[in-house]
C-alpha cells in the first residue's frame, strides 16, 4: 500500500498545480485585452510621421493572441526596411513560466520572448539563452492610446537602450 500512496499524491499534486496555473493563464489573457484591436501607428513625440499599422487578435479558440504588423513602404513599425513585417504569437505555457510569444519578421529573425501583463501594460523580453541582443517590446495603454517601445541591449548585457517608440490608435 505505501507504494501506491506516493504515485497518488503525485497526480493529486499536479492536478492541482494544473488548475492553479489555469487560473493564472486566464488572468494573464484579461490582462492583455487592452491590445487587442486594429492599430495605426506613428512615431512617438520626436518622429510622428505614419510608420504602418498592426492587429492583435485572439485566434485558436483564444488559446493564442496574433500581432500581424505591416511597415509604410520606407518605415518599419519595428525599425525594419521597405517591405518590412512581422508576426509575433503570444500564448500561455505554465511550465515555461506563463506567457510566451515569439516573433518572425521578413528580415529573417526569429525571437523568443517570455512576459508579463498587468495594469494596461505588457512587457515581453527577449530570452537571455538565445544568441544575439537582448529585445523588451513593451505595450502600455494610456487614455484612448497604445504606446509602444522596442528597446535592445548588446549580448550579455541587460542594459537596454530604447531602439524605437511609437504611440498607436484604434482604427
Sequence with gaps: MKQ?????????????GVAARGQSAEAEWQNLQFV???W???GDEQRVEPLGSYSFQPELNGKILVRRAQAIEGKGVMGGAPGYDDLLIV???????GLQAIDFDTEGRVIHYQGKAENNKAVFDSLPSQPGPRYRLTYEFQGKKLHGSLEVAPEGS???????????TSK
Design 4 to 16: 501506491l500512496s506516493i504515485p497518488i499524491v503525485l497526480i493529486a499534486s499536479l492536478a492541482g
Design 36 to 38: 487587442v484591436g486594429n
Design 40 to 42: 495605426d501607428a506613428r
Design 91 to 97: 500564448y500561455y505555457e505554465a511550465g515555461a513560466g
Design 158 to 168: 541587460g542594459d537596454y537602450t530604447r531602439y524605437m517608440s511609437w504611440v498607436s
